[in-house]
């Protein structure tokens, strides 16, 4: 299924419930080659990617994401069944470049794009223990580790929302996420 960009752009809403069905390295491998074409500030390349499809070292990752903190304690985590099939870790070489936060939000757009073209979801995270994820992936010290992406078939819908008041993002009585956004005209400061 190859969807036109504009189709991929509006359709990239946060996954986190996903079927229990394997994706490929050689799929993740495409996400990552999305990300090394993004650009770079001064075309310095310090990114680095793990992926993760192990059994074990996804459910030893998992306690180690946070995820959704606008929902309900009992409605933000993945239950046994829908968790992710995949993680990419995303990782800064700071023998490279020591700041590289707008390479890396180019670099995990371009993943999440290519993600829904390729029928995928993702959940972008970015509160994550990265003491102990350091410790059970064995990433030296050298490499600051920004965000994990997780990946598998979506299990959930999550639909935009006209903004009302509050950006907080919610689930209805189907378990589909709704997720407000400000009008183009509310955005658009000035125009000359």
């Excluded at 998992?62 to 992710?84: C, D, H, I, K, Q």
């Excluded at 996420?177 to 125009?191: A, G, Q, R, T, W």
Aim: glycine residues 6%.
């Amino acid at each position: 299924m190859i969807l036109d960009f504009e189709e991929i752009v509006f359709k990239r809403r946060t996954i986190r419930r996903f079927k229990q069905e394997v994706i490929s390295k050689d799929l993740l491998k495409k996400l990552i080659d999305f990300a090394r074409v993004a650009p770079m500030g001064s075309n310095i390349q310090s990114l680095e990617f793990i992926i993760i499809t192990d059994p074990n070292i996804r459910d030893k990752l998992f306690p180690l994401v946070n995820w959704g903190a606008s929902l309900p304690r009992e409605e933000r985590t993945p239950e046994e069944g829908r968790r992710p099939m995949a993680y990419i870790v995303v990782l800064v070489n700071t023998k490279i470049k020591k700041n590289a936060d707008f390479d890396v939000g180019a670099a995990v757009e371009n993943i999440l794009l290519g993600a829904v073209n390729k029928g995928l979801g993702s959940c972008w995270m970015g509160s994550i223990n990265r003491e102990k994820i350091r410790e059970l992936l064995s990433i030296p010290e050298y490499f600051d580790i920004k965000h994990v992406i997780s990946l598998g078939i979506p299990d959930e819908q999550s639909f935009l929302e006209s903004y009302q008041d509050s950006f907080k993002y919610w689930k209805d009585d189907n378990g589909n996420m709704h997720v407000p956004k400000k009008s183009l005209n509310d955005i658009i400061f000035k125009e000359f």
